[in-house]
């Protein structure tokens, strides 16, 4: 029974630090993007000669927008990444709330369940997220980097 209580008082810690982690996640997605709240209907972003970013705003409210990222690899081997952000602008937090075509993920799930979703499955996409927005801004960056290097040696 202590191992019990022990688990659910981490779970709760852990979803109880959500909201810092969608903080975060603004955060990166304004450095990765900061003509974001420009955005009105669908832009694309180069992050490398393969790699592009297709943001499509859809829907748009003084407060909230919600908007839809595709992450376009071009690569046969592996899939093209999709998720769906809720943004608050006045909260400074961005949440995913559909991934690859799943969504309406509730906080916290008993496992095992029919859909087979982890305990923290909300949790882990989001951390996702950081990672990705993470990945592409180093991406980014070292394609600027890249460029500048080329000019100068020119």
Known sequence: MPNHITNQKKKTELLAALPRLYEQNYHTLLQLIPELQNIKHQAKI?????????????????????????HLLNNALLADLSMTIRIYHDA????????????HFKPSYNY?????????????????????LKHCLKISHQQRAYKTQQKSSS
């Open 46 to 70: 180069t992050l490398n000669n393969i790699e592009q970013l297709s943001i499509t705003v859809l829907e748009q409210c003084r407060y909230t927008t919600f908007i839809n990222i595709d």
């Open 92 to 103: 400074r937090m961005a949440e995913v709330i559909r991934y690859q075509n799943h969504g």
């Open 112 to 132: 095992p369940n029919e859909s087979m979703h982890q305990p923290l499955e909300k949790r882990q996409i989001n951390l996702l997220f950081d990672d990705w």
